[in-house]
């Protein structure tokens, strides 16, 4: 006895795009919200202000938007004066203090620059 079986399948496409496996689906919005809750706690922190001063450009990248971010991350301070806006500041030699160390530091939890 032959016994014939026909299936009808979704394209691959479909499956990815009802899954939310696409470029920016929900899978991709769900892992960047995972990043942003994990290392919410490294992130330098004096008054709060860097750490809510956040955007979220599409949904797999998180933008801290204060000016200071970058020197923050460096661990370095700027030195040179801060305006007139658009001028850049220079990074100095000397290394910043972080409230709530050893966690909360340069490079946003990263030990020795490898994670």
Do not use: F, W
Not at 58 to 82: E, F, T
């Amino acid at each position: 006895m032959k016994l014939n079986v026909y299936t009808k399948m979704k394209s691959v496409n479909q499956i990815i795009t009802e899954h939310g496996l696409q470029r920016d689906g929900r899978v991709e919005t769900y892992l960047r919200d995972e990043v942003d809750r994990y290392c919410d706690d490294y992130v330098p922190m004096d008054k709060g202000i860097l750490k809510k001063n956040k955007l979220y450009p599409n949904n797999h990248s998180i933008k801290y938007i204060q000016p200071y971010a970058h020197y923050m991350y460096v661990g370095k301070k700027a030195v040179g004066a801060s305006r007139p806006a658009g001028v850049k500041r220079k990074i100095s030699g000397m290394s910043l203090k972080y409230q709530g160390a050893p966690k909360r530091r340069s490079k946003m939890g990263k030990k020795n620059g490898k994670r």
